[in-house]
C-alpha cells in the first residue's frame, strides 16, 4: 500500500481511498506520539512521574494500534467487490 | 458424600443436598467461609468477604427452604463475584488501587437476580485491575497481588477473572460470576481447570458491571461443570431495562442429547504447535466425541479478527475511562503498562472505528453461519499452561493460540465454553473450547457436559487441598 505525502505538512496521506486526509501509519506515530506525551505532561501536571518507560509502552501501543489499522484497511482493498453492507453497531448488530 | 469432597460438589450436588436437609445453607456458607479465610488468602483470590449480609441470605434459604419455598437449583448455594460487579454497601474496587474503598450505591442486574434465585453472595472475587482495560503484562497487575492458581500455586490462574477461576478450582465457591471482553472467562478456566461460559452477548445484563467495552463486554459463569454453568445462566440472564443490549429470548437451561449424536467441528489445525500434553488431551477429547457424535475439521474463515477486536477495544476502551486517563490516575496502577497503554485510543480516527465495526459485521455473520452447522465447534482452549506467577506472559500469549477461535466468538457474540480436557505430567489442567452459534448455548454445554462424563476428571484435587501453604499475607478484609 503506498502513501503520498501533503506538500505543506509532510503528513504522509491516505492514497487507498482517494482521501485526503491523513492516517494512523507507522511515519506518524512518532510525532504523535511526542504529541500525545507532551498533552499528557500538560495535563496531568506531573511531569516528573512521565518515565521513558511511560512513553515506551506508549509507542508500543500506537504501533500496534497502527499495524491493526493497516490490516483493516488491506483487507477493505481485498474485498473491494463485496457488496456494501449497512452499518449497525455492535449492540444491534448482534 | 465423603465429607472431604462437600467443597468440590456441584451446584447441582449442592441442591440436592440442601433440599434433602442433609445440609443447611447456613452451614454451607460457613464452610466456604473458613475456607475463603484461608485457601482464597492464600491464593490472593479474595477481595472482600461479605460475612453479615451473606449469613442471613443463607438463613433466609434456610427457612424458605423448610417451608417448602424453592427458588430453584441456586437456592441457599454460596457464590462469589468478580470484583467489577456492584453489591450496594460492600467496596467495589475494580482491582483497582484508586477505587479500593469505593462503594457504589447500587445491585448489579445479576446480584439482584442471583437474590431472587436464592443464591447466597460471600466474597468479591480478586481480578486484574480494570478487567485488564488499562493494559498488561504480568500477574501483579492487581492492588491485591497475583492470584496463584490452586493446581500449581507457582503459577498464575490467568486473567481477568483471576478470583472467581481460582475460587472455584480451590473449592472455596461453588461457582462464581466473572466477565469477558475477549477471553477474560475462557483464559482463567482453561489454566484452572474449571468450566466458564461466555453466554451469547446479550444474554446477561451488564447493569452495575464495569464498562470496559460496549460492544464485547459480557459478563458468565465460572463454574466446576458445563452443567452448573447452564444453571448459573438461566438464573441470571434475561431483559434488563437498564441494559438495551440484553435480549427479550428467554433462556432455559435443558440438556440436549441429539438423536443421531453431537455434530462436531474441529477447527483444522487447531493443535498445531500447542504443548505437547495439550494436543494429546485435545486429541483424546476428539475421540473421546467421536464416540457420542460425529467429528469433522472445519476451517475458520479468514478475517484480520485481531486488528478488528485491537481497534474496536482501544476506542472503546478509551471512551470509557477517558475521565479517568484524564485524571492521571493511571499512575496509580499496578501495571507499568497501564500508566499510558490506553491513551493511544485517543489517536484513533472515528473512521477506523466504524471500519472495524463494519468488517465485524462479515465476521459475525460468516462465522455464525459456520456455528450453526455444529451443535459445538472445538478447539484447545489455550496453547500454552499457565505462565508464572512471577513472569511477564505477553510473549507467551501470541503463539499460545494457534487459530482464531476465540477472537472470531468474541466478535460474534456467540456462545463458548472451556473445560478441563485433562492434566499435564506436572499436574497443570489442558482445556478444551466449546463454541457455538448465537443463542446455542443448550448445544454448547451438553456436548462439554457429555465429555465431561466421559473424561472423569471430577475427582480430582489441587494441591492446595492438601497443603494450605500461603504465598502471600493476602488483602482480604470484612465487609
Redesign the interface.
Known sequence: MSNTRDTFSNVPLDSTSNSCYPRLTSSVTSQIMMATESIVRERLGEQETWTQGDSGALGVALRQLHDAVEKLHDYELENADEPAFALEFGDTAL | MNVDDLPFSSVTQLGSLLRRREISSTELTQLYFERLDTIGRHLNAVVTLTEEVAMAEAALADSEILRGLDRGPLHGIPYGLKDIVSVAGVATSWGAEPFRDRVLPHDATVVRRLRNAGAVHVAKLATIEFAGGM?YDHPEATFTGATANPWDVSTWAGGSSTGPSAAVAAGIVPFAIGSDTSGSILLPAAWTGTAGLRAT??RVSRFGAMTLC???DRLGPICRTAEDCGLVLEAISGVDPQD??TLKATYRYQPQRPKGGFRIGAIAGAAKGVEPAIAANYERSLALLSTIGHVEEVALPE??Y???I???S?AEAFAAFDDFL?S?RT?ELAA??A???????????AH?Y?????????I?TSVNHLLSGFDAVVAPTIGAFAAGIDENFEYMLPGAFPQPINYAGVL??SPTVSIASGFSNNGLPTSIQFAGA?LAENSVLSAASALEDLLGLQSRRPPTEAAHHATTDGNVRKA
Open positions: 493494559g452477548y446479550g460496549w460492544t464485547l438495551t443490549s478475517f484480520p485481531d486488528a478488528v485491537d481497534v474496536i482501544a484524564a492521571g499512575m507499568h503498562k500508566r499510558s497503554h490506553r491513551l493511544a485510543g485517543a489517536l484513533l480516527p477506523d466504524i471500519r472495524a465495526q463494519r468488517i465485524r459485521r462479515h459475525a460474534t457474540g448465537r
